[in-house]
Every structure is written in C-alpha cells, then in structure tokens.
C-alpha cells in the first residue's frame, strides 16, 4: 500500500501530537511501508521515491534514530531504545534550494519477547514429574505473530549436594540423558533451564538467560501456569 504525503510549510508540537501545515504540492513523494511504527533492535527498511514533480529526492534524516542511505532510494533505520521519532525528507527543488517535504512521526517500539514454557508451565511453577517426562520438550510462542519462533539449544541445570549438574541440548526437545536425571529426582526439586536460544521469526536470535520450575508428584498432566517470559 502506498501513501503519498505533500510538502509542508511547518511543523508545531503540543505534547504527543504533531501538526502539520500543508502548501499546495508541488511534488508526490511516497515513503514505504506505510505503517507509523519502527522496531528496536531491528534494520527497519524504508523506501523513499518522487513519483511526481520536478523536484528530485535531496535526503532523509530522523530526529531520533540512525538513518543509513543503502540505496539510490532505500533507507535503513536503527534505534537503541524506545522513543518517538520523525523522519524527515527534503526535496531538492529546480532552482536547487532544498526544501523539507514531509515529516512523518513515528514510534519505536521494543521487538514483542517470546514466551517460553516447561511441557507448557511457566516459570517459578510447579510441574508434575510425569507431566515433564510426558511432554519432554520446551515450547515457546510469540503474541500475535503468525510464525512461531523455535527453540535451537538450551542448558538444563541440576543442583545435587551443593554442585550443578549440566545438560546440553541442541532442539526444544528433552534429551535422553536429562530424562534419565529427571527419573532420579523427587518432589519438591528444583530444575533450572538456562542460556534458552531462540531463533525468531525475523531470523534474529533472543536468549533467555534463565527460568525454573519445581517438580511434584501427581498422576495429572496439567499442572502449574502457562504466562510470559521476559528476557533477563
């Protein structure tokens, strides 16, 4: 979808909200996606192009954020944090003066955490022992995203008379050699899961640095919470 936004004579801010004073257009410049939202932690792609008019494309800067020119009409930006920013685009007229064209506010917002669970328990929750052995694998989900993420290694850590016991895997799943540890464990245990690496939809990688449940004896399947993780 393309939007098209005309050139301005000025701009006021009165808290949050950005007014604009439009002239008669003598230039259509399209700026794509469409969309008012930047993500942190991401190359954001822009593509900004003169569909009409005599003025060509000058340049493109932000307010807040790192703006890279990467192509005669592709722009990337970065953020290092949550903020509001504006991008700016100038038009170099045909007298050669450069004049700002649009000014289009955006917000910046942190990349949605995956959510990670322990045969579907959250973390600091109870897990049946047979419920663990039952499902054997870690899953993790991401809000509102239509792919979901995937789990590609993991540490799961026992303490046994003051020393860590460690077990490496390399998929979601509970290896035989973990299954084996949980089989000598009891109630009221606790197992740690570390260093979770997450490979995200985006092809960008999150680790959760740690989560733990604590184990119970039940014939149940269903025990503990399913909820949120957040990278620590």
Known sequence: MIIFIFPIAGISQVGNVIDFTVNKPDVVI???PNDSVFWQEKRNHIFITVEKGKSK??????TVGRLTRIGPTEFVATFDSVCETVLK?????????SRLAIAKPYKVIEKPMPTVTVAGV???????IKRLLHIGALQVDLKDSPVRPAIIGYKMVINSGGQEKVFDANNHKLTLAMRNQIRRLSAGQTIEFRDINVLM???GKKTI????VFLVE?????????GSLENR
């Open 89 to 97: 685009v100038y038009e170099r007229l045909p007298n050669g003066k």
């Open 57 to 62: 494309l000058n340049k493109a800067e932000l």
């Open 209 to 212: 640095k740690t989560m733990s």
């Open 30 to 32: 399209t700026v794509l």
């Open 218 to 226: 039940t014939d149940e399947y269903n025990i503990g919470r399913s």
């Open 122 to 128: 959250a973390k600091d929750s109870a897990v049946g």
């Open 201 to 203: 939809p985006d092809g």
